[in-house]
């Protein structure tokens, strides 16, 4: 299978370079904007606008055409000032409620992926507003963070869906009731059981990351233990949302997010050391994508 080798060890896939090569391609000279994708993401709170702007940055570099955040007023002000890139619609209050699912509904329309959760908080009406918007979106959805605490109420909004779940350990423990083991046999058989379950995709974040979608499971080595700061979940979530915005297959998608947010952490890794932050990260996708183009 192009992008993988078979680990006899585990059983499973193992994640290469290749798999980018399932991403990225030389584009044809007549392309268009729009024609690499159009991700929404949903996010942030009146302490909170970090996340999604880091869901953002990192979806841009990771080569899709155009990012909207919707985030509560301050958080979508803070955001818009990052960067003239960055396109951020402010929601009235402090929090995602229930009286903007039909602003939330409106800008998904001609969107072609979307991330939700980073920063939302875990107040019960976001929580509740949350299983709403993913009881109606039918686009590809990377749920992150506080949303996976939503759909933990409530795990059948994941039937039928193009979803993709990317919990840590504890995230996981919300989602599964099981906190999963460090031995990596014991890691990699709970995830695929729990995705074989939720009939979904599952990215557990770990030390290796592991990727299933209960019918394959592959495992990424890419990565460092510097990679502990805030905001470094919150790149892989934005270049997986880049991928499926694009229109690249689910499984493919995040098996490739893994293997190019781990990487780009340990070039930045290299550079800072103890002193690595997210948008150290960020600065070193394009210089994994133009040497693979190049290649």
Known sequence: MRGFRFNKKFNCLEVRESILKEIYFKRKEWCKKYDFGSLLV???????????????????RAG??????????????????????????????????EGHLEELMEFTQNKTAVVIGGGLTRKENVLRTVLKYLEEVEIPVVIDADAIHAVARRKSVLEGKN?????HSFEFKVLSGVYPSINLKERIEIVEKVAKELKTTILLKGHFDVISNGEKTALNKTGSPLMTKGGLGDTLAGILGAYLARGNDVFISACAAAYLNGKAGELAAEKYSE?????????????????????
Do not use: H, M, Q
């Open 64 to 97: 899709v055409d155009l990012v909207t955040v919707l985030a509560p007023e301050r958080a979508a002000n803070i955001i818009a000032s990052f960067s003239p890139d960055l396109i951020a619609y402010p929601l009235r209050g402090d929090y995602i409620e």
């Open 163 to 167: 979803f993709v779940l990317t919990p």
């Open 275 to 295: 002193s690595l932050i997210a948008s150290d990260l960020i600065k070193e996708i394009p210089n994994i994508v133009r040497k693979l183009l190049k290649e």
């Open 42 to 60: 949903i996010g942030g709170s009146k302490n909170y606008s970090g996340s999604p702007a880091f869901n953002a940055l990192a979806a841009l």
